[in-house]
């Protein structure tokens, strides 16, 4: 059902420059926060909504200006208020109710560090945030302002939720594990679907089983995984930023087979490319 929604409904997808890099100067390192806004949306909700978002591959932090909603994951219920901001993790289903009246801003986004790594990866609960003044400055702000002054009052914002995540990322900046560093270099020059695991460990003279463990050892993450994730990473911001066709996006990240291509996006977001695209831009369910 089609949500009913009040003529100023607004949304906006954010053209591909719409990415802010927050540097931290840290104790032993300087480490960066990666912000890729995909779009910004607000409604004000006529009647009562129920809408249900199945593993959304990214994140969201909502922002309800007045009335209330209620956001259920796994079986818990957090609830949205004025003055509150509710970060939901992406890959995870959420249901979520608009009472009646209420009026609710979000925006769509992927939160990673310097070195290309998720900062909601291991998220799988929503998280909360209660601050007045970044209520306020927000508020004051018209949606229709251009995106980089929107962005920019949202960071205090963003980067409160990720805080505690701040040791985190300044360890993994700091200097060691050459090898390692030459993997994220690589990861970011060569295209994603023609990297091969074997291939890497050979170029170093290693192991593939030996650089994986080291890779995993350093960041937490197996390098199979982080690769995968890049690869979602882009496809998502080319079909939503761009007008390239599936085929050309399979391409582009150096898929030797169209097929391979969707069964692998289909299998992280269970929809097809073009029915991802879709259903993106169909509808302001916040």
């Known amino acids: ?6 003529p100023d409904a607004y949304c906006k997808v954010f053209p ?3 990415r802010i890099t927050h540097t ?3 104790n032993d390192a300087i480490f960066s926060i990666c912000s890729e806004i995909l779009r910004f949306s607000r409604a004000v909700f006529e009647e009562r909504q129920t809408f249900r978002h199945i ?7 909502f922002m309800c200006k007045s009335g209330s909603a209620f956001l259920v994951m796994g079986g818990e219920q957090w609830l949205l208020e004025p003055e509150h901001f509710v970060l939901v993790p992406a890959e995870q289903t959420f249901d979520i109710t608009y009472e009646k009246k209420s009026s609710v801003c979000a925006i769509h986004a992927i939160f990673r560090d310097g070195l290309g790594f998720s900062l909601t990866g291991d998220m799988r609960v929503p998280k909360i945030l209660h601050n007045r003044s970044f209520f306020e400055a927000i508020s004051e702000i018209s949606p229709t302002e251009e995106p980089a002054i929107f962005f920019a009052a949202f960071q205090p ?14 360890e993994r900046e700091k200097p060691g ?5 030459q993997v994220i270099k690589l990861l970011r020059q060569r295209p994603l679907g023609m990297i091969r695991i074997e291939e890497l460990a050979k170029s170093f003279h290693i192991t593939a089983a030996a650089l994986s463990k080291s890779f995993q050892r350093r960041y937490g993450i197996s390098l199979k995984q982080h690769i995968l994730d890049l690869q979602l990473e882009k496809a998502i911001g080319l079909l939503l930023q761009s007008e390239l066709s599936p085929k050309e996006i399979s391409e582009a990240l150096g898929f030797k087979e169209l097929s391979y291509f969707y069964r692998f996006f289909h299998s992280r977001t269970g929809a097809t490319p073009r029915k991802y695209r879709e259903s993106h831009f169909s509808g302001n369910h916040v």
């Open 157 to 170: 914002v963003i980067l409160s939720f990720f805080q505690n995540q701040f040791p985190k990322l300044e």
């Open 177 to 181: 594990g050459e090898i390692c560093s």
């Open 24 to 26: 931290i100067h840290g």
């Open 1 to 6: 059902m089609e949500p009913i929604i009040h």
């Open 16 to 18: 591909e420059q719409s």
């Open 55 to 61: 593993s959304p591959a990214y994140s969201r932090i």
